[in-house]
């Protein structure tokens, strides 16, 4: 679906909130539109076009330019029509011979202080100054030369895109995005009168100022004067694909701008419901990944690890794959092999995949990667609420009036939505963080937490049964809530449970590490600061608690009444493009699509009928199962489709040694990343740039993805599961991926009302899409919970097995970093590596300082699971006694360390608490060592002409 | 799988439901968890290990292990009296 490159500007954004109907004539027409709405707005809407520079839609009116001046009805002089709000009666001109000459004059200024050379600049044919001065007339400019800003210096020291200040008109709209839309405030504009000139931070290159490289002063740039690098080099693009990054959960709508087949730049689209034009360094610019030579294109066998790979026909490889797995079905029974669908993946390519595996397979074998990150969310939410998902969109962190973020670092791990978020808080949201480090969002350009409880790692149900104390014996419950929307029983029960001494923050304090007062105040905050809204992520599901922490947050809800409706709700941030939609597929191993689970009859006929197999009625092995039982002798294939747990999951060693010792390792992917180094298939993968399919965000929003250039190694992912299930003799008869979604919403009771052509029609849908919500459900559980009554789940806090002792008297948690993305396999062949070139461990001064640790130290850091050497960064963002490291390289080993300890309840490992010892060293660990050289082996078997270079130094070298 | 990683889940699984006021209850939901999450295999693994083993059957908490044996055929099916 191609669109126009030239994406419609109204010039001031719509009024918040629709207003009454207001009627006026603009040039003779008369013109109805909201109260609130500008006077250039609603002459856009009429299709008459105003000149303008210093105004766009996605910001607020700054009436600088004086080009859009116009002419009322019994107003003095020519009022900017940009900050004019509209009257009833009102009658307006936007064209007259005065009007003309005070534009020309206005743009003559312009003109005389800007490079004349149109035809050579990058914007030409895309340039709103080129526009403005061909709307108005321009013809000469009679100012004589003089001092001018012709000669300023161009700024490319950040990878992406440059900055020329000759061409710049000084209209701040790169400042104001920056501020507005962004929230940064990176940008000023330095100087006064004709010395006005835009400013990263304190005079700084771009590169090293505060610019997290949103993107968004580009966007909002009417000139060359900040332009992508790409458009500078390729010129501009010739036509447009709307589609969805395949970066965070987020899920942001872009505008693939394209030159035939080839990426120019990604643009965010303003009318992407989960991101409203705006964007993240990782999907406005990281997207090189897709063309990088490191991509594997040819499908490729070999019998053992140890030897070289040999290129084959997609047939020979999927029959070979095909082949293997039979054979060790035959050997060893039905359930030897398995599968692990992605939720880097579409909705339609992780439907297949468990497909495959209950079907052609026999058995139910599939897990997925939500598995280490938010199967807790699943379990919790099902449990308390009814219902594996979240229950807001992302707009209704506008109408909160108390964000309590636990466990999350929106900012860094879902930034589009922290900037939505900070626009809430700058406009008076009261803030609530619990996190052993100091996020951003702590101390902020004009937003300060109201309260920051840096809780020990490992102490979430602990802090959540305190607050859960205070609402309950300070009278804070909202007791009509409960008594008409959750089970009574229950409820007595949690509520005897959470008044014990035990759970009173007087009685928690020193466990949690928060003072008692400070929880009470954050508590009654929560209870009765109006509407109050929880946002988590893997700081709450990655611990040995982990679904207890979700239904705590659950209770804590219920019993305030902070759901069903706008600006509450418990919203979990999910951590990949694509995790929320590969759960409502079916792709944990006890549950069909739509989390009914396998034991249900009726549901399994349903799909028995419709695939066309007898299914398994009992639940199959999790990835941790499937990875045991590989060392017991008990399991032998894998079939891995965009997955890496090599690098992803916990305790590496034990994760290659159960990869070892299969038999037939198939790993579908883009490049040879950690894990296929174990493979005895590689099939290779499509970017989401070559694919038709859908992903599913955190807000349950289902958008299309589509395909902008062919498959590089000829085949989509979905069609390479297709050919592997026809060569294991269960037919997939799809021609396209809509078909996929076809059958799914036939199947799901939840997308019963999705197709390809509703999703055309209305951009984007939040399931349950169906009869009863035939536009979707952007808020869920809004009359009754989706289990009806809402249930209250005793959570008493079990402390973790994994604690600091004087061997190990540290401990480490994980998370992530703004430019880089999980496991790194894309981020790191992009220009990201800028930011973020090496994982590093943040270490609190006092810590560092008793083991002779200075910045930039290598420091070896040793769990009981292994060791592994980082540099240290010592810094005041983490606590005493604490930890931090990221896992976007390979060779940093984090997940060496980190242990086999998981979720009671779902098995997520508990990611966020690993007791550790931290010591200054001279060399790489033992571990990176090995790695370096099974690397070195491994590329070493690779064809000629495939990834033979280490794709960055630290890659292979620590 | 090993036993002794199975008797670690099960523990860990049977620590969350220590807090539910009635006991039959906490054993009738431990073994519903493993019904619905763990694979058969694992089920009668650990089972068939509390059945031969004394380590295991005493590494086993009191009511973890009281809900395998209350709830045996729920976990086994027809295995259960093989």
Redesign the interface.
Known sequence: MTVSIYEPDLGTPAPASGGAPVTLEINGMPVTVPEGTSVMRAAAEAGLSIPKLCATDSLDAFGSCRLCLVEIEGRRGYPASCTTPVADGMVVRTQSDRLAKLRRNVMELYISDHPLDCLTCSANGNCELQDMAGAVGLREVRYAPGENHLAAEVDDSNPYFQFDPSKCIVCSRCVRACDEVQGTLALTIDGRGFASMVSPSAHEPFAESECVSCGACVQACPTATLMEKSVVEKGQPERAVVTTCAYCGVGCSFRAELQGEEVVRMVPEKAGKANHGHSCVKGRFAWGYATHPDRITTPMIRRSIDEPWQEVSWEEAINYAAGEFRRLQAEHGRNAIGALTSSRCTNEETYLVQKLVRTAFGNNNVDTCARVCHSPTGYGLKATLGESAGTQDFDSVQQADVVFIIGANPTDAHPVFGSMMKQRLRDGAKLIVADPRTIELVRTPHIEAAHHLKLKPGTNVALLNALAHVVVTEGLVDEAFVAARCETESFAQWREFVARPENAPEQLSEVIGVPAETLRAAARLYATGGNAAIYYGLGVTEHSQGSTTVMAIANLAMATGNLGRPGVGVNPLRGQNNVQGSCDMGSFPHELPGYRHVSEPTTRLEFERAWGATLDPEPGFRVPNMLDAALAGQFHGLYLQGEDPVQSDPNTQHVQAALKAMQCVVVQDLFLNETAKYAHVFLPGASFLEKDGTFTNAERRISRVRRVMRPRAGKADWEVTVALAEALGQPMPYSHPSEIMDEIARLTPTFTGVSYARLDELGSIQWPCNDSAPLGTPIMHGESFVRGLGRFMLTAYVPTEERTSRKRPLLLTTGRILSQYNVGAQTRRTDNVHWHAEDRLEIHPSDAESRGVVDDDWVAVASRSGETVLRASVTERVQPGVVYTTFHHPVSGANVITTDNSDWATNCPEYKVTAVEVAKVMQPSEWQREYGEFTARQRAFLPDGNDKTPVTESDTSA | ??PD?LVY?AN??G??F????QPEHARQQIAE?MK???????RATLIEALDRDADVEAQLDDLVRQALIEHRTLLLGSAANA
Do not use: G
Not at chain 2, 36 to 42: E, V
């Open positions: 799988m090993t990683k889940m860990q699984i620590s969350y220590t807090t539910d006021p968890h619905k999450f763990w694979a058969p295999s694992m």
